[in-house]
């Protein structure tokens, strides 16, 4: 199984196709090349941990067989960053995992994980220069809801206060722009758009990672069970996404997030497709300076669920 110490020196790499790109495996190594066979982009598969490939490519038989002999996955997105598949490296058979997560139904796991996000939300809030009382006032509604959480809580009570924490938090996080509130999946202006491409990057680097220690990524904690929605990567992610909205809030300032970046198409907004690289990199940049922390933060979940330790026991993930 994939430790510490591997996963520092594994690479998660993204490639963005055109039209008769192959890829291809040879002498241990993953190569793309162009319709006219020119050699486009090389690398070791020892290296590997995830190659997400946006847009349509060509993938040989052979690649699937080195990616779970080197133990990397290829994640397929169309050029709107929706993952329709992920093929190679998992572990299967870990049962005894398996049989624990079926047989969890308390609410304990997921009011603490929630507890972690607001709680990250807050340190964020902190994070940012020139607070005004407006911004104060937020981190201390923030705090009090982490408080609020220390109590056995129903899940509808949970939920009220994460719906709570959210007003609370986006409107302020995003002050530097016209903020009209976080509508997931809606892409009603180009800064939720933005937000729904990092969460997706950071979206498949948990799913991959859970799946190199055997979980059942469809069965939660916390998010209810539904059909084809992987519930526990979403419970996972979940402390780890002020991440991406700070680094969304800084680019936003930097100028490197921009609305003229974007195109709006049948009344939904969506980011210009020579504009996917530069998005990739500032967004990717920020999830890997949490890289190993994301890394050790499942592992120590994992050991957590397997030993069926308290819930006070439960790992943090922490923002610096």
Same mark, same amino acid.
């Given at each position: 199984?994939?430790?510490?110490?591997?996963?520092?020196?594994?690479?998660? @790499?993204?490639?963005?196709? $055109?039209?008769?790109?192959?890829?291809?495996?040879?002498?241990? +190594?993953?190569?793309?090349? +162009?319709?006219e066979g020119g050699i486009k982009y090389q690398s070791t598969c020892y290296r590997l941990f995830m190659i997400c490939v946006v847009g349509n490519i060509s993938i040989t038989s052979g690649l699937i067989q080195r990616s779970k002999k080197f133990g990397f996955s !290829?994640?397929?997105?169309?050029?709107?960053?929706?993952?329709?598949?992920?093929?190679?490296?998992?572990?299967?058979?870990?049962?005894?995992?398996?049989?624990?997560? #079926?047989?969890?139904?308390? +609410?304990? !796991?997921?009011?603490?994980?929630?507890?972690?996000?607001?709680?990250?939300?807050?340190?964020?809030?902190? +994070?940012?220069?020139?607070? $005004?009382?407006?911004?104060k006032e937020g981190i201390e509604l923030l705090d009090k809801m982490v408080v609020q959480l220390e109590q056995q809580l129903e899940y509808l009570e949970v939920m009220g206060i994460e719906g709570n924490a959210a007003? /609370? %938090?986006?409107?302020?996080?995003?002050?530097?722009?016209?903020?009209?509130?976080?509508?997931?999946? !809606?892409?009603?202006? #180009? *800064? $939720?758009?933005?937000?729904?491409i990092g969460y997706t990057m950071l979206f498949n680097i948990v799913d991959a990672i859970?799946? @190199?220690?055997?979980?059942?990524?469809?069965?939660?904690?916390?998010?209810? &069970?539904?059909?084809? =929605?992987?519930?526990? *990567?979403?419970?996972?992610?979940?402390?780890? =996404?002020?991440? /991406?909205? %700070?680094? /969304?809030?800084?680019?936003?300032?930097?100028?490197? &997030?921009?609305? $003229?970046?974007?195109?709006v198409i049948n009344n939904r907004w969506c980011l210009k497709y020579k504009s996917n690289p530069q998005y990739i990199q500032f967004l990717m940049n920020a999830i890997l300076e949490y890289k190993d922390d994301i890394f050790l933060y499942i592992q120590q979940y994992y050991r957590f669920f397997m030993k069926r330790k308290s819930v006070s026991e439960i790992p943090v993930f922490i923002i610096h």
């Open positions: 199984m994939l430790n510490a110490n591997d996963f520092k020196k594994k690479q998660i @790499v993204f490639l963005f196709t $055109n039209e008769g790109d192959k890829l291809s495996f040879l002498n241990d +190594n993953i190569i793309v090349k +162009n319709k !290829i994640c397929l997105m169309t050029t709107t960053f929706k993952v329709y598949e992920i093929l190679g490296a998992r572990m299967e058979g870990n049962t005894l995992l398996r049989k624990h997560q #079926y047989e969890y139904t308390e +609410n304990d !796991i997921g009011r603490k994980i929630e507890q972690n996000k607001i709680k990250n939300q807050s340190q964020i809030l902190k +994070n940012i220069r020139g607070k $005004n009382q407006i911004m007003r /609370v %938090y986006f409107s302020r996080v995003f002050d530097n722009v016209d903020w009209k509130g976080r509508k997931p999946r !809606i892409k009603n202006d #180009y *800064v $939720n758009v933005t937000l729904d859970l799946q @190199v220690y055997g979980f059942d990524t469809y069965y939660g904690v916390f998010h209810k &069970c539904f059909y084809m =929605r992987k519930s526990l *990567v979403c419970d996972l992610m979940e402390p780890i =996404r002020p991440v /991406v909205d %700070y680094q /969304v809030r800084k680019s936003i300032n930097l100028g490197q &997030c921009k609305e $003229n970046d974007f195109e």
